[in-house]
């Protein structure tokens, strides 16, 4: 069993900033993948971006250039740093870690404005 507890959401403006965080009960270097998915209303979740435990990373086309996932594996944290956000980035963010099966945390909320 895994939990996740994601942080960081928030309201920004249009080409601001933000960094959400997604802080694991276990030690995420032997997680294989994590990731981040979001939903906006109304729309399907999606991927957003994934990094392996090998430090692999991919990204989403939409995102590609502007976000960027990390991780601490000392802290069994895993980021998403976003940058040049946009009104269509405004959606539920949610974190998941892939061990056999999937584990989700609960989502924090970005919006932004424009």
């Known amino acids: 069993q895994v939990q996740l507890v994601e942080s960081g959401g928030g309201l920004v403006q249009a080409g601001g900033s933000l960094r959400l965080s997604c802080a694991a009960s276990?030690?995420?270097?032997?997680?294989?993948?994590m990731s981040w998915y979001r939903q906006a209303p109304g729309k399907q979740r999606e991927l957003v971006a994934t990094?392996?435990?090998?430090?692999?990373?991919n990204y989403t086309d939409s995102v590609k250039g502007r976000f960027t996932i990390s991780r601490s594996i000392g802290k069994n944290t895993v980021y998403l740093d976003m940058n040049s956000l946009k009104p269509e980035d405004t959606a539920v963010y949610y974190c998941?870690?892939?061990?056999?099966?999937?584990?989700w945390g609960k989502g924090t909320l970005v919006t932004v404005s424009s």
């Open positions: 998941n870690a892939n061990i056999v099966i999937d584990y």
């Open positions: 276990a030690t995420i270097f032997s997680i294989y993948r």
């Open positions: 990094i392996l435990n090998s430090g692999s990373t």
